[in-house]
């Protein structure tokens, strides 16, 4: 079935560190990729979406590429802040209108 | 708008009793979704709506579990009776969008312990 797999975290980065979180997806047909973030205390909210291969989301500093060939959408910023720490989950919506969400990434950002 | 809104935000109860969780979603979003979140499984669907329909249930964990929604502005998650393992963050969230291009709008969370 369709699944989101991305490394486990947690990960602590210092402050202006560059950032990855991988991501990959199976699924049966094209799905639309999604990542979200989760703040302390919060619900998910949305941080940038592609719809077809090639596509680049991006938001507040925040980059990933829909990659058919290699089934990914890793997430990048070039110099992440203190305001980064964060849960971040990768999602992919394919064939239905739920979204099936990875396990989470953590991201502590250390001054 | 105001946004997804659950409630409570914060419920502790004992083993047996049951639980309600409520939800509003955002007005004219014809799509609604219970999460529940723990550190051992991630987030998980439990079902969803589309006009007031339950569209799939198959997530709902067992027959302690049960969701309506009697109006397009309000939702219910209860569980009868509750257990330790049901101890968990729900969330609630809606969509207006009918294709996977569209963003889920989520609550914050109704944090339940079953003790």
């Known amino acids: 079935g369709d699944s989101v797999t991305q490394m486990e975290g947690p990960v602590t980065l210092s402050e202006e560190a560059f950032l990855t979180i991988n991501c990959t997806y199976t699924?049966?047909?094209?799905?639309?990729l999604f990542w979200y973030v989760q703040y302390p205390g919060e619900g998910l909210q949305l941080l940038l979406k592609a719809t077809k291969a090639d596509d680049k989301g991006s938001n507040k500093g925040f980059e990933a590429t829909y990659r058919k060939e290699t089934t990914s959408f890793h997430l990048e910023k070039g110099s992440v802040q203190v305001s980064d720490s964060a849960v971040y989950f990768c999602a992919q919506g394919a064939g239905s209108y739920q979204l099936t969400f990875g396990k989470g990434t953590k991201l502590s950002v250390i001054p | 708008d105001a946004g997804v809104i659950q409630s409570p935000r914060h419920e502790v109860t004992e083993m047996g009793q049951e639980v309600t969780l409520r939800c509003k979603p955002i007005?004219?979003?014809?799509?609604l979704f219970w999460y529940r979140q723990t550190m051992m499984r991630g987030l998980e669907l439990l079902i969803y709506f589309n006009n007031n329909v339950p569209i799939d249930d198959s997530g709902m964990p067992e027959d302690r579990f049960s969701a309506k929604m009697p109006n397009a502005s309000f939702s219910t998650l209860k569980i009868q009776p509750s257990e330790p393992r049901d101890s968990a963050v729900y969330f609630c969230a809606s969509r207006e969008d009918s294709t996977n291009t569209g963003e889920l709008f989520f609550g914050e969370g109704s944090r339940l312990t079953v003790l």
């Open positions: 699924a049966t047909g094209y799905p639309s």
């Open positions: 007005s004219g979003h014809d799509y």
